[in-house]
């Protein structure tokens, strides 16, 4: 059997897209059900692992950050724990993207994420690699490219999955979370109101937390409005990592070996985006990838 190096891994995202009806590129949301209020930045659609530079995220949302939860180099029936990457930051370099962009290039929940260049910054060693939708054209335009090759990277449907996403997170009932929302955010807004001196900061974000919770409560009074229903779902990936590969430190020290990294030899990642919440725009990850070891 060949050694591979398999890691673990897990965590909240932040995910600010506009949803339908609205337009893929629609940069506040107007007939959806996501937006952005007040002095917040404009929707991105970015998929951040990790909390972008300059940037804060909404009150209430649960902390940011994808990490190795564990990772073991694996041969025949044994396991060698490999300390140097558990609990390492991952990111997706890039500002990546869901790509379906309103079912011109895929159907909704089949959409790739473009560009997927990861990248982990483990103690005394870092991977990266990509994973371009064709191997000898990485900078092809994603609308150029067929959907049957969109669909080979792309998830696998939009899949009603609660007892994956409550094992994974601990999230049994959404419209309690929703529920629990607006009694923190109501909170909040009587501090800011109870200000005697309130400044202009203090208006926009008393109008951010109000626009909030006139959206939750439009969950909370029909849970299966996608406020609710939404963070049930997950969309499933799982592809192969063909694309340029670096690694950097002492891959006997804290690997345990050489992996390796060429263009026959790829990284195989699999993992699911769910528990979406669309007044935090966040979701979770969970998955794994596995890297195989030179012999």
Do not use: C
Request: cysteine-free; charged content about 25%; glycine content about 8%.
């Amino acid at each position: 059997m060949t050694a591979k190096l398999i890691m673990q891994f897990g965590g909240w995202i932040l995910m600010r897209l506009a949803t339908d009806p609205d337009p893929t590129d629609e940069p506040r949301g107007v007939s959806g059900y996501s937006f952005a209020f007040g002095d917040e930045p404009d929707l991105d659609r970015v998929i951040s692992f990790q909390v972008p530079a300059h940037f804060k995220p909404r009150s209430h949302t649960f902390p940011i950050g994808v990490r190795v939860r564990r990772a073991v180099r694996q041969e025949d029936q044994t396991e060698k724990r490999l300390p140097a990457l558990e609990g390492a930051p991952m990111e997706l370099l890039g500002k990546p993207r869901l790509e379906n962009r309103n079912w011109t290039l895929t159907p909704a929940g089949f959409e790739p994420i473009v560009p997927f260049d990861l990248r982990i910054n483990g103690k005394g060693i870092t991977l990266r690699r990509r994973a371009p939708l064709i191997a000898d054209q990485p900078d092809k335009p994603v609308w150029e490219i067929s959907e049957s090759i969109l669909q080979q990277f792309g998830a696998v449907g939009v899949l009603y999955e609660p007892a994956t996403i409550g094992n994974a997170t601990g999230i049994w009932d959404s419209l309690q979370v929703a529920v629990d929302r607006v009694k923190a955010l109501e909170k909040d807004l009587a501090k800011l109101e109870a200000k005697k001196k309130r400044t202009a900061a203090d208006e926009v974000a008393a109008t951010i937390i109000r626009a909030r919770i006139a959206q939750l409560n439009i969950g909370i009074a029909d849970p299966s409005d996608r406020r609710i229903a939404a963070r049930y779902y997950v969309e499933r990936f799982n592809f192969p990592m063909q694309g340029e590969a670096e690694v950097q430190g002492d891959q006997q020290k804290t690997l345990g070996g050489t992996i390796l990294s060429d263009a026959k030899n790829p990284w195989q990642i699999g993992f699911w985006i769910g528990a979406w919440d669309p007044d935090a725009l966040s979701a979770y990850v969970l998955g794994a990838l596995e890297i195989p070891y030179a012999s």
